[in-house]
């Protein structure tokens, strides 16, 4: 691996020879075989998706003990940035959000999306983030002009330290000619996207170090509303659960969240493997490789798309976030319970998929009358909000038809079979839904269990699609 660290601090070099040391081809080589060889390729499925994707799938399993011992990446990569406009101040945040932007063929959206950034911070939010927009361009007369923009509009941002505009020389570059052709892609795409790669490199090596925690987003984004509360409601309800990802938005490399520990072992990842695939594959890779199996996206979206022309050749690019909700975010609470259901689960379609924030969840076969889905809470909580939502978009007949919402107390039971002695009836479904508000206002008592109540057997399976539960205080026990 020192070989590896060598080779590319001498990358810069590459590009003025005309030919590459033998050692160099073979270090990196041993270093993609040892990740790829007999890894498990595409794993079934629809074909179309295949197509599409054209792209392997690491063994995770197999890989992830070899990975973390041949690429302990916990060093930063030696580069010396240049410093446009503002200084890292010593005090860490708590999120760093990085933005990497080149010159565009058409459209500029750089600025709104940095103006979203502050505007849709509260005063509070604004002392706990720093904004890093990597300029990633070599045209120094662009670099320049948006430098002088940036500064004149957000000047009280940059002396606060909360933004911070860095470049990184073309001679730190590697060699991005010539490269594989990969996936049939044309040579001036595989240039655009391997270049992409390097600088996202970039950007997470000089962002390792500045807060706990770090959101990449793309240079044509709007936020939502008072999204770093989101984040961090997100991240205490995944307090002593294993990720190394967590999503806000379903589109490209926007919205993905990493502790700020991981960002050398990704920045040297995306090195190792510039020329391989785009940067959003080449992130499935890295979270599989270090045992994130599945992916952790939340809904709503925190982030959306507003650019209309790619930052590639100025191609149209109309990909919305349908999940995206800019005003009122608010995220449940959802505080543990132990979840349990009689009815008959579908495959993986278990119980607790269906009380999370994530893109999962539950699907039991024909309920009939009687069957329930029950929550039984690790402590006594008041609520103030439920909102309980069945069926999906694709799936809009497996809804709970007849059905109603309780509430428990008295705990009965031991750890495994706990349920409550007594419910109260807030109220029935109705077209599969339901919600209500101020329930702690309706409610007298501490609420140990809630469940879902079948009133009437129905032939249409059951989807679950999300169960949310807003706390208001936590009774002193």
């Known amino acids: 691996m020192r070989h590896y660290l060598k080779y590319f601090d001498k990358m810069r070099c590459l590009r003025k020879r005309s030919a590459v040391s033998f050692l160099g081809i073979l270090v990196v080589c041993l270093l993609f075989m040892n990740l790829y060889i007999e890894d498990g390729y595409v794993l079934e499925g629809d074909k179309q998706l295949i197509r599409e994707t054209a792209t392997h799938q690491l063994n995770p399993e197999r890989y992830v003990h070899s990975f973390k011992d041949l690429s302990n990446f916990s060093g930063s990569i030696n580069i010396s940035y240049r410093y446009l406009a503002g200084t890292p101040l010593p005090r860490k945040r708590y999120l760093t959000i990085g933005l990497s932007s080149v010159k565009r063929k058409k459209g500029n959206y750089l600025l709104e999306t940095i103006k979203s950034i502050f505007e849709q911070s509260s005063y509070e939010e604004l002392k706990e983030i720093a904004v890093v927009v990597q300029l990633a361009d070599f045209d120094s007369a662009w670099c320049e002009g948006m430098v002088q923009d940036i500064s004149q509009k957000f000047a009280h941002h940059i002396i606060a330290g909360r933004l911070i505009v860095i470049h990184v020389p073309e001679d730190y570059y590697p060699v991005l000619d010539g490269l594989k052709r990969n996936y049939n892609d044309p040579e001036d795409r595989v240039k655009f996207r391997s270049k992409q790669n390097v600088d996202y490199a970039f950007l997470l090596n000089f962002c390792a170090n500045l807060s706990d925690y770090y959101v990449m987003l793309e240079d044509d984004v709007r936020c939502s509303k008072n999204f ?25 490399y926007i919205g993905k969240l990493y502790h700020s520990h991981d960002l050398p072992r990704l920045a040297h990842f995306l090195l190792m493997f510039y020329q391989e ?17 599945e992916v952790i996206r939340f809904k709503p979206s ?12 100025g191609a149209e690019n109309k990909l919305k976030d349908d999940d995206f909700e800019e005003e009122s975010f608010d995220i449940p609470d959802n505080p543990p319970a132990n979840l349990h259901t009689n009815m008959n689960v579908f495959e993986n379609y278990e119980a607790s998929k269906a009380y999370s924030s994530i893109d999962e969840y539950f699907w039991g076969k024909a309920p009939s009358t009687g069957d329930f889905y029950g929550i039984v809470f690790e402590k006594p909580i008041k609520i103030s909000k439920i909102k309980v939502v069945t069926g999906t978009e694709d799936r809009q007949n497996d809804i709970l038809h007849h059905g109603a919402l309780e509430v428990g107390e008295k705990i009965v039971g ?7 002695t007594t ?33 009437k057997s129905q032939k249409e399976w059951l989807i679950i699609r999300s169960i949310s539960v807003w706390t208001s205080q936590t009774p002193n026990q």
Request: some cysteine; glycine content about 8%.
């Open 228 to 252: 770093l509360t989101a984040v961090k409601k997100v991240i205490t309800s995944r307090e002593g659960s294993y990720w190394v990802t967590l999503e806000f938005s379903k589109l490209g």
């Open 277 to 293: 695939m785009p940067c959003d594959w080449l992130l499935i890779h890295f979270r599989g490789l270090l045992a994130q199996k």
């Open 302 to 313: 925190l982030f959306q798309h507003m650019g209309y022309y790619s930052s590639y050749k």
């Open 414 to 420: 031991s750890k495994k079979g706990r349920q409550c």
């Open 423 to 455: 419910y109260l009836r807030l109220g029935e479904f109705k077209n599969g839904n339901f919600e209500i508000t101020d329930v702690e206002h309706k409610v007298l008592f501490d609420i140990n269990c809630m469940r879902i109540l079948v009133t």
